[in-house]
């Protein structure tokens, strides 16, 4: 199993912004592809953003929603997948969660809210 945590989540107006991070082991850095997902009330679960494992180079991938918005990241001192959100809208908002791509059915944590006033 693939312990992640997650946090940085909020109430913000708007045009805000955000930071989230997730916590895990260097090793599941290393060897998985991560990614950010979301799930709004009543919808299906959303892939948000990836990032490539550090032996595959750490390349980004977004979903179309949030490109030129959002930014997935790696920070290695800290051992942490970070997503960088600017210019948040109403629609952004939803439980966002970390895991792998694909994801690991059993590593699906309890998320963190983000909730976007308008």
């Known amino acids: 199993q693939v312990q992640l945590v997650e946090s940085g989540g909020g109430l913000v107006q708007a045009g805000g912004s955000l930071r989230l991070s997730c916590a895990a082991s260097?090793?599941?850095?290393?060897?998985?592809?991560m990614a950010w997902y979301r799930q709004a009330p009543g919808k299906q679960r959303e892939l948000v953003a990836v990032?490539?494992?550090?032996?595959?180079?750490?390349?980004?991938n977004y979903g179309d929603f949030v490109k030129g918005r959002f930014v997935i990241s790696r920070d290695r001192a800290k051992n942490t997948i970070d997503l960088q959100m600017n210019s948040l809208k109403p629609e952004d908002t939803a439980v966002y969660y970390c895991?792998?791509?694909?994801?690991?059915?059993?590593?699906w944590g309890q998320g963190t809210q983000v909730t976007v006033s308008s």
């Open positions: 990032i490539t494992s550090i032996t595959s180079g750490g390349s980004t």
């Open positions: 260097e090793s599941v850095f290393s060897i998985n592809n």
């Open positions: 895991n792998t791509r694909p994801p690991r059915r059993d590593s």
